[in-house]
Every structure is written in structure tokens, then in C-alpha cells.
């Protein structure tokens, strides 16, 4: 009570920053009569002013009322739009770094543009995040035209695109892109092995638009590029005939953390299978430790199987398999789900499988987007999430009051007693709306579920369109036209849509329809033009009238078919509605056995709902059941948060290393001659044997001269006298150090004159690179692997996070070292065929394959392709081979110690017929 008096005198905090932007919006309102006289010349030079104060030492700060008047008077010129006095405080909250809540229909996208055009003075480049590629370029283009106007490039990252555009893109003072595109673009950029290869430069200010969208809904999924690995198709084919042969009593089901698992009558039957299949040898287990591999594949089938459901989670298109995104219903293509699940999927729907993927580069949204020095955002849905961007990101939410006051009309839930009940309580309420000329938007939360009400409506012969994944190319088109009297839209989750429904039609869009069937159809350009004009005209009348029809009836009437996991994700469907004043109305429709109600809901009130009883067709309203509905939203916004944030956790012990990884990698890129680091690292490799085999402080007696002697000859090629040395009186270990350091710069200066110095150097730049890359990919392997299995720590009272910490950073120092001993090693040995050996380059574009894929089935990437050391990208350096072991370094299958060093991919000496790192290599 005291709080509510007291936000009724003092107003709330968000209130109190919302006034403070009143001063500057009233010097920029100030400024506008001046503005309005200036010739597009004259306007257009206000740029080349700013920047020229912005270098004597002004700050953005200082220019902000006259850069948002300015572009404020550019928009008015080239878009017949005036920003609102609520749109310049947006501007101004995104300025400053925060989330600017802003509802529905207020014009998020012009907003961008008053931030985006004062920090692009500084020349450093403004990326707007957008959540696809239609948004993306249709931004790029509309308020390009600004842009343009007051001397700024603009430049557009879409899926299509090749290094060089990107490059281009990327150099403008305005870059729109997708999250997706950009995060991507990061990780391949540090796979490049020319910095002028590299197509972006230093972050510097973001505006993500649906940052909810973005930065909590899509943070759950981290980006990976991965490369193929071995072709394991016709196991997974074999083992999805398993599945289909289980009876329900073999495996469990947990809906609620979406995992599945095989009982023991379960594991008994599927070895049953198994051995009829020829695929399990008698007398050996599904977990036996030969197995593994078989037990992958049959694990990854029942998943496939058990817990994806087609048109729901993927759709098959064009022969292949399509996820699609829970958030907001497309399809993500090009994504494939890791550690060989899509393979799973693709036996399942019996279409062509494609080879299981290795990663190569991997980052979350959460550690892509901290590294901008500034960041921002705009949504309309924010405030429920305010804690998480402040935990997460450091970002403030603003809630910026509506330019008119919103005047849709919400209704409770009306919650049925079965999915059937629902399902005609809804058309009928359709047929009521038609009756009287009122458009609706019915939101279902998949595909499945829009195409089931679809089918209602076509029994009762109701026109009607479908928005899901199946019908993307079309969304721009549906959406704008959803607010036609008596249209009804079905759409899959409308969560960043970016096209605002308009009451009575968009004519815009209608008008451009025209013009491009009378261009061709008339061929005339003087009669093409009088007709197009003739055309607009009556669908501008067109569209006021209907207007005004749709405003009679109430407006669009927004329909939810279920409750969506997050709040956020339905009160983006309401907002649909009201826009700008506008009339409108929602409603949610649920039943009890909606799958969150099922899954999440209190079981104690469902019960006592079953026991009271229902009729038919009986809606009932009780606040214990809002409750139960609330608590059931907020278990599963809960569990999403605790994912999100366990996912950070994680990746922050890989971010430290992959900053390390990425910033020692375009060091080494800018860095003509890498001689001084080649000679560190043989330094390093001297210390490292000397230090393992002639311990400090022990006897002469008690030095592994031996094991010295064969290592230098393993990995310089050289044959020393150290045993020789040892014996010398007074010998110590700084002296064999000195020794063999000078032994190794000869070697190297040696291999110098033998080729050249220019070639050298090519060389060892080359060899350098190369092997780095080849160790961090490696160990980004070990990392998936180590992070398969280290929540069983928790069993032994030990905190997984903990001991993921410690075994990554000993992991990280193995990597180093083994790197250092790989590229002295072949350095060493190596010969060369030709004089100019080429630099190495990246993977091909169309042997990688970009991955967006949801954590909470997150595992490891199959195995990786088996590594040549004299061509370890599979034909970046083919220039360079190693010579054939002498008969002093033949390997005894029986004695480990004999074999030196072998490659993690070749086959074990041991002769078990599997790779070295799966046997006696094992980490």
C-alpha cells in the first residue's frame, strides 16, 4: 500500500528516467524550424560538420540534439515520416546503451535510426541485429534511404553473400545483419590465414531489434561451424530400424527435460536386435567398451524417434530434413543438430544422410555480443526479463509509454477440458468475427498444430491463410494484409516478425502488387504510368474504407490456441493488436490437455478440475487455475534461464581460451616472419625434455641420457652425443640445454640456406598456422568430450563447473605444448617439393556447415577426419611431407615407448585396429 502511494506521488523509477529525456527532446523540437528551411545540400553537410567537431573533440553526447533533429528532418524528406516526441526518447535510451521496451506498431525500426546515424559519425561502423534476412535487407533498404541522403554507406549481411561483399558490407558506416550472419562471420574470420582475408572489423555499437528474441530465446543455442567427419550412414540406417521394433516398456520418456533412455528389459531387447542384425557379436554387451559406437548410434535413434516429432521440431523439405526454430516457427536452413542426432533424423525419415560434422569454431550469442564496447536493444517485450539482461549483459530496460494509449480490449483465458472442446470453441468464435467483418490472427505454437486448425476451418468452408514454416517466402505478404475485414490468419508463434498489420489492408504493399502486374501487362510507359497511378488510387480508397469497417467491428481480434512457454512469447501475439490506438481485442484459449499444462502444470488443481467434472463444450475460469497457468509459465521460463546461464558458465571457460586462441592467431597473421616464435618454441621443447629427463638435483647417475637422446632424435631428426656429454665431470643441465639449443638453431639455419630465406619463412609461417589451427580444433573436440560426462562429477560431491574449469585449463596447457613439439618436430624433418609453397586456406564454404543448435540436446561432434601432419586441411599445404622413419625408429607393436609420437587420427601401432586416440592414445 505505502509502495503504491508512493509511485502515485513520485511515479516509478522508469518514469523518472523516461522524464529526464524531456529537456533534450524539447531542444531538438527547437530545432526543427531551422532545419526545415535548409536546403538537401545544405543538410546533407551537417554530417561532414558533425564529424569535423566530433575530431576537435566534441563528444556524441553534445551532438545529440542536433544529430536526431537532423535525421528527424532526413526521414521527413525521404520517408514522409516524423519521429514522435516517445520515438526521440527511444533513440536516446538506445544511445545510452540500454533496452528501449517499446509495444508494437511504435515504430522500433525508425527509432534505430536516430542512434544508428550519431554514433556512425565516429567511423568506427554501427551494426542493427536483426532476427533474419527479409528483415534484415528490407531495413537495409527502407531506412537506407536516410541514411544515403546525409552522406552515410549502408551495407546488408545476408546468407548469400561472398567474402568480398561481405567485406564491403561490413567497411560501411551502417551494416544491417542477422545475428546468425554475424556471429558466423566472427568465427570464420579466425579461421582465415590472411588478416586482409578477414571481412570484419573491431566491434564497436550494436542494435539488436527483438532483443528478447535474441539475446535470451536464441542464447540458449550456440553457433558452431563444423567440418565432416567419417561416413558412419549405413549404421545409423541400420539402427533406426531398432526403434520401431521397442515396446513401450523398453525405454523412459521424460517430456520435461526431453530426454530418453532404455530400461534394462529395454537394453535386453535392443541386443537382441542387435545380434539377429549381425551388429553385436555374441557374448558382448550394448556398454561394453568395443560398443561405443554402436550404442551412439541406437541412443541417437530412440532420441530421433522418441522425442522429435516431424512438422513439430523439423519438416521435410526437398528430400531433407529442416529444423524448426520453437521461437518463431521458420526454418533454420542450413542447421543441423550435432553429435550425429540430424543423421538420426534423416534414417528416420528415410532421406539421403549426410556425413556427420567435427567442430571447428564455436561461440554463444551471450559471449558474441559482450564483446561490442556498446550494445542496446529494442522489443516490445522486455520487462519480464529485465533481471536476466542485467545479470547477463549489463543492460538496463527502459519502458517507453505509448504515443496514443492502447485500446485493446484483453479477455481472460477461457480454459476447456479437452484439446477437442478448444479447438470448436475457437472456430466458433471465427465465425462470429467473419459475421461481422472482423479480421483475426489465430496463434498456435507449430506447425502441426496450425495445419490441425486449418483443416477445421476448411471442413466449415472459412477462408484463410497459414504463416508457418512452410509457407516463409510468403510472410510479408500475410502478415501485412492479416488486418482485411473478415481475413483470417494462422500463424505460427509471431515472435519477430517485423511487419506490422494494418487495419484494412497495407496499401503499400498492395500497390506495389499492381504495378508489377501492369508492368507486365502494359508495355507503354506513358499509359503503364497513368494506369498505375489510376490503380493506387482506388486501392488507397480501397483500404480507407475497409478501414473504417475494421475499426467498426472491433479491430483485430487476436486468438491464442495454448500458452506459450514464455509470457514474453504471448504478449508479443497480443501486441499485434492496438496498435497506434487502434481498436483490437485477445483472448487465449486452453484446455487441460494443452502440453503445458500437462507437463508443467500443478497436478493437486488438475486433479481437483478432473473431479468437479465438465461438460462438453464447458469453459470454465477459476484463479486457482490462472495460478496453475502462472506457475507453470514461470517453471518453464525458470528452466530456460537455468540453461541459458549454464551454458554461459561453461562457454566462459572456452571464451578465455578462444580470445587467447584468436587474438595470438592475427598476431601471427600480421607477422611476416615468425623465426623469433619458432625459436621460443624450440626453446620451450629443449626446457621441456631436459627438465622431464635430468630432474633438478639428482645425480648425474640418475639422468635419463636414453630417453634424452631418443627424443632429440624423435623430434629434431638429430643424433647427439648426449650420452658423451653426461659423462664430461662438472657437466650440468644449463650446459646440455645450451647444447642442444645450439644444436637446433643450426639445424634450422641450415634448412634456411638449403631453401632460401624467403622460402623459409613461408614455410614456417605456413607449418605455424596450420598446426594451430589443427591443436585448437582438437581441443575444442576434447572440450565436447570432457563436457559429455562431467555432471557425473556431482555424484562424487564434486562441482562439475569446477572440474570442468581445472581439467579445460590442463587441457589448454597440453594443447600448447603439443603444438610447440608438432611444429618443431615437422619443421625439423620436413622436405620440400617445390620452392613456393602457397599459404594455407580454409576450408571450403561448401564442406562446412553452420550450426545453431538447442543446448539442452547440445553434445559432442562426431569424430574428426584423419589428420596428414603433411596436410592437415586436406590440401592447404601439399608442399610439405616428412621422411619415412629410419629402421632406429621402427615402432614395436608391443612396446608403447618405441612408437614416439603419433598422430591423434592414425591408426593405434598396438594393432587394435582403431585410431590411436581411441585406444592407447585415449585422453
Known amino acids: 500500500?505505502?509502495?503504491?502511494?508512493?509511485?502515485?506521488?513520485?511515479?516509478?523509477?522508469?518514469?523518472?528516467?523516461?522524464?529526464?529525456?524531456?529537456?533534450?527532446?524539447?531542444?531538438?523540437?527547437?530545432?526543427?524550424?531551422?532545419?526545415?528551411?535548409?536546403?538537401?545540400?545544405?543538410?546533407?553537410?551537417?554530417?561532414?560538420?558533425?564529424?569535423?567537431?566530433?575530431?576537435?573533440?566534441?563528444?556524441?553526447?553534445?551532438?545529440?540534439?542536433?544529430?536526431?533533429?537532423?535525421?528527424?528532418?532526413?526521414?521527413?524528406?525521404?520517408?514522409?515520416?516524423?519521429?514522435?516526441?516517445?520515438?526521440?526518447?527511444?533513440?536516446?535510451?538506445?544511445?545510452?546503451?540500454?533496452?528501449?521496451?517499446?509495444?508494437?506498431?511504435?515504430?522500433?525500426?525508425?527509432?534505430?535510426?536516430?542512434?544508428?546515424?550519431?554514433?556512425?559519425?565516429?567511423?568506427?561502423?554501427?551494426?542493427?541485429?536483426?532476427?533474419?534476412?527479409?528483415?534484415?535487407?528490407?531495413?537495409?533498404?527502407?531506412?537506407?534511404?536516410?541514411?544515403?541522403?546525409?552522406?552515410?554507406?549502408?551495407?546488408?549481411?545476408?546468407?548469400?553473400?561472398?567474402?568480398?561483399?561481405?567485406?564491403?558490407?561490413?567497411?560501411?558506416?551502417?551494416?544491417?545483419?542477422?545475428?546468425?550472419?554475424?556471429?558466423?562471420?566472427?568465427?570464420?574470420?579466425?579461421?582465415?590465414?590472411?588478416?586482409?582475408?578477414?571481412?570484419?572489423?573491431?566491434?564497436?555499437?550494436?542494435?539488436?531489434?527483438?532483443?528478447?528474441?535474441?539475446?535470451?530465446?536464441?542464447?540458449?543455442?550456440?553457433?558452431?561451424?563444423?567440418?565432416?567427419?567419417e561416413d558412419s550412414s549405413e549404421l545409423y540406417r541400420r539402427a533406426d530400424t531398432v526403434i520401431p521394433r521397442l515396446q513401450a516398456s523398453h525405454f523412459e520418456k521424460d517430456e520435461k527435460n526431453r530426454t530418453v533412455v532404455l530400461t534394462d528389459a529395454g537394453v535386453e531387447a535392443v541386443e537382441d536386435i542387435l545380434r539377429a542384425d549381425g551388429l553385436l557379436p555374441e557374448g558382448i554387451g550394448l556398454y561394453a567398451p568395443n560398443q561405443v559406437s554402436v550404442l551412439h548410434h541406437v541412443t541417437q535413434a530412440l532420441r530421433a524417434h522418441k522425442l522429435f516429432t516431424r512438422d513439430v521440431d523439423y519438416i521435410v523439405k526437398d528430400g531433407q530434413v529442416v529444423i524448426i526454430d520453437e521461437f518463431t516457427g521458420r526454418m533454420m536452413a542450413g542447421r543441423r543438430y550435432s553429435e550425429g542426432l540430424h543423421q538420426a533424423l534423416e534414417a528416420k525419415e528415410h532421406v539421403e544422410i549426410q556425413r556427420e560434422n567435427q567442430t571447428l569454431a564455436s561461440i554463444t550469442f551471450q559471449n558474441l555480443f559482450r564483446m561490442y564496447p556498446k550494445l542496446a536493444g529494442m522489443t516490445g517485450t522486455a520487462m519480464t526479463e529485465a533481471s536476466e539482461f542485467g545479470e547477463i549483459y549489463k543492460l538496463e530496460v527502459v519502458e517507453i509509454p505509448t504515443n496514443v494509449d492502447v485500446a485493446r480490449k484483453d479477455a481472460d483465458d477461457e480454459i476447456y477440458r479437452t484439446l477437442g472442446d478448444k479447438t470448436r470453441a475457437i472456430v466458433k468464435l471465427i465465425e462470429e468475427c467473419r459475421a461481422r467483418q472482423q479480421p483475426m490472427l489465430v496463434g498456435t505454437v507449430s506447425i502441426e498444430k496450425s495445419e490441425a486448425l486449418s483443416d477445421e476451418l476448411k471442413k466449415r468452408s472459412i477462408p484463410h491463410n497459414v504463416l508457418n514454416a512452410r509457407y516463409h517466402e510468403q510472410e510479408a505478404e500475410i502478415v501485412a494484409q492479416a488486418g482485411r475485414p473478415g481475413s483470417v490468419t494462422i500463424a505460427t508463434n509471431m515472435a519477430g516478425r517485423g511487419t506490422d498489420i494494418q487495419l484494412g489492408g497495407n496499401a503499400d504493399m498492395l500497390v506495389r502488387h499492381a504495378e508489377a502486374e501492369i508492368a507486365n501487362r502494359v508495355a507503354d510507359e506513358a499509359a503503364r504510368q497513368a494506369e498505375i497511378e489510376k490503380a493506387a488510387a482506388t486501392i488507397k480508397a480501397d483500404v480507407a474504407r475497409d478501414r473504417e469497417i475494421v475499426r467498426g467491428a472491433g479491430g483485430l481480434y487476436v486468438v491464442g490456441t495454448e500458452r506459450h512457454e514464455s509470457r514474453r512469447i504471448d504478449n508479443q501475439l497480443r501486441g499485434r493488436s492496438g496498435r497506434q490506438g487502434d481498436p483490437g481485442a485477445s483472448k487465449f484459449f486452453l484446455s487441460l490437455e494443452d502440453d503445458l499444462m500437462r507437463i508443467f502444470g500443478n497436478n493437486k488443481v488438475l486433479d481437483w478440475v478432473q473431479k468437479k467434472g465438465m461438460a462438453d463444450d464447458e469453459a470454465l475460469t477459476h484463479r486457482w487455475l490462472n495460478k496453475a497457468l502462472e506457475t507453470a509459465q514461470g517453471k518453464v521460463e525458470a528452466r530456460n534461464f537455468e540453461i541459458r546461464k549454464n551454458l554461459l558458465r561453461f562457454d566462459d571457460v572456452m571464451n578465455s581460451q578462444r580470445k587467447e586462441i584468436y587474438n595470438e592467431r592475427i598476431e601471427l597473421m600480421a607477422t611476416e616472419d615468425v623465426s623469433e616464435t619458432v625459436a621460443g618454441m624450440r626453446r620451450d621443447v629443449v626446457d621441456g625434455l631436459v627438465s622431464k629427463t635430468i630432474p633438478a638435483g639428482v645425480y648425474a647417475e640418475q639422468w635419463k641420457v636414453g630417453e634424452l637422446k631418443d627424443e632429440v632424435q624423435r623430434i629434431f631428426g638429430l643424433d647427439l652425443p648426449i650420452d658423451a656429454w653426461a659423462k664430461e665431470e662438472g657437466i650440468a643441465e644449463d650446459e646440455i640445454k645450451t647444447r642442444l639449443n645450439d644444436a637446433a638453431d643450426r639445424l634450422f639455419a641450415q634448412r634456411a640456406a638449403q631453401y632460401g630465406p624467403e622460402v623459409w619463412r613461408q614455410v614456417e609461417k605456413s607449418v605455424l598456422m596450420q598446426l594451430f589451427d589443427q591443436s585448437w580444433k582438437e581441443h575444442l573436440l576434447h572440450l565436447d568430450h570432457l563436457r559429455q560426462g562431467i555432471g557425473l562429477r556431482a555424484y562424487g560431491q564434486k562441482d562439475p563447473l569446477n572440474e570442468y574449469k581445472r581439467e579445460a585449463f590442463n587441457l589448454f596447457n597440453d594443447m600448447l605444448g603439443g603444438l610447440r613439439e608438432q611444429v618443431v618436430a615437422l619443421l625439423s624433418t620436413l622436405e620440400l617439393r617445390m620452392e613456393q609453397p602457397p599459404m594455407p586456406e580454409m576450408m571450403p564454404a561448401a564442406q562446412m556447415h553452420e550450426i545453431h543448435e538447442d543446448p539442452a540436446l547440445a553434445a559432442a561432434m562426431s569424430e574428426d577426419p584423419a589428420f596428414d601432419p603433411a596436410d592437415p586441411d586436406g590440401g592447404g599445404v601439399a608442399t610439405l611431407h616428412r621422411p619415412r622413419p629410419n629402421a632406429k625408429q621402427a615402432r614395436d607393436p608391443n612396446d608403447p615407448s618405441s612408437w614416439g609420437k603419433v598422430a591423434r587420427n592414425a591408426a593405434c601401432p598396438c594393432g587394435s585396429g582403431k585410431k590411436y586416440k581411441h585406444c592407447h592414445g585415449r585422453v
Open 1 to 229: 500500500m505505502l509502495r503504491a502511494l508512493a509511485r502515485s506521488l513520485f511515479g516509478t523509477a522508469n518514469d523518472r528516467v523516461v522524464k529526464g529525456f524531456d529537456k533534450p527532446v524539447a531542444k531538438i523540437n527547437a530545432l526543427e524550424p531551422d532545419l526545415a528551411k535548409l536546403s538537401d545540400e545544405q543538410l546533407r553537410a551537417r554530417t561532414t560538420e558533425f564529424r569535423e567537431r566530433l575530431a576537435k573533440g566534441e563528444s556524441l553526447d553534445d551532438l545529440l540534439p542536433e544529430a536526431f533533429a537532423t535525421v528527424r528532418e532526413a526521414a521527413k524528406r525521404t520517408l514522409g515520416q516524423r519521429h514522435f516526441n516517445v520515438q526521440l526518447k527511444g533513440g536516446m535510451v538506445l544511445h545510452q546503451g540500454k533496452i528501449a521496451e517499446m509495444k508494437t506498431g511504435e515504430g522500433k525500426t525508425l527509432v534505430a535510426t536516430l542512434p544508428v546515424y550519431l554514433n556512425a559519425l565516429e567511423g568506427k561502423g554501427v551494426h542493427v541485429v536483426t532476427v533474419n534476412d527479409y528483415l534484415a535487407k528490407r531495413d537495409a533498404e527502407w531506412m537506407g534511404q536516410i541514411y544515403r541522403f546525409l552522406g552515410l554507406t549502408v551495407g546488408v549481411i545476408v546468407h548469400e553473400l561472398d567474402d568480398a561483399q561481405r567485406k564491403d558490407a561490413y567497411a560501411c558506416d551502417v551494416t544491417y545483419g542477422t545475428n546468425n550472419e554475424i556471429g558466423f562471420d566472427y568465427l570464420r574470420d579466425n579461421m582465415k590465414y590472411r588478416q586482409d582475408a578477414m571481412a570484419q572489423r573491431p566491434f564497436n555499437f550494436a542494435i539488436v531489434d527483438e532483443v528478447d528474441s535474441i539475446l535470451i530465446d536464441e542464447a540458449r543455442t550456440p553457433l558452431i561451424i563444423s567440418g565432416p567427419a
